[in-house]
């Protein structure tokens, strides 16, 4: 499939669908807590998404089973909400989570820390946030896809972690996923050009050891191979002429500092 750019109009559009993520994806993080099961947060994500009168992007999309991916600890991403998965004091939680609104689609995801996480995991946390917001100042017309992956990898290399190879972000628009795929690895300067109206999910996934996934027998949930921990976090970023535009961020306006 080729890129495809938006109009202003459609990325006003995207807009709205960013924000009522980005607002159901707050309720869901402040539920996160010591002895609340993934299923919980999946059916009161599930309760906002009808409030909102939207569409879920992830709920049978090959068939997956929920509206959000819960994935706690050494689960990099595709983690699926269950009532015998009950949050530990001291686990990090990864919530991702995207719908349809106006024919459009925003996905976005975050890594919250449930209760008292020792300093070495929060300490992945910040790194792989701040990732993310260096990658999203590389979201400038005239500059290259490689730079994003480049702002990502350079970060968590730099703290001793490694960043997932096996997936990566994407395109979106009327599709979740759309051209181009956005690694989180590359080269300054390298890759195609970012446009003007170019949408994209970005979304650094950064392991506390080696790079290395697998997928267990439920045929989604990824984990680290080494079954060290995992942080992910993702929004969904308009390029504009006037810079980077984060849709699925409540505060976000072009050129404003980044708060997740
Ligand atoms: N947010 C994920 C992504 O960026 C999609 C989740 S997979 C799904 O690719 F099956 F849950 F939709
Ligand atoms: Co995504």
Redesign the pocket.
Known sequence: MRIQLKSLDEIRLMREAGLVVSSILDEVCAAVAPGVSTWELDKLAAKLIEKHKVTS???G??D?P?VL?TSINEVV??GIPRKEHVLQDGDIIGI???IFKHGFCA?S?RTILCGDVIESTRKLVDVTRESLNLAIDQCRVGKRLGDIGHAVQTLAESNGYSVVRV?V??GIGTA??EDPGVPNYGRANEGKRLKQGLVI?V?PMVNAGASDVEVLDDA?TAVTKDRKLSAHF?HTIAILDDGPWVLTRASSRPGDPGRD
């Open positions: 992007a992830f709920l999309y090959y997956y929920a991916c991403v595709h991702d989570f995207g996905d995801a997936f972000g994407h979740m996923h999910a979304e989604w993702e």
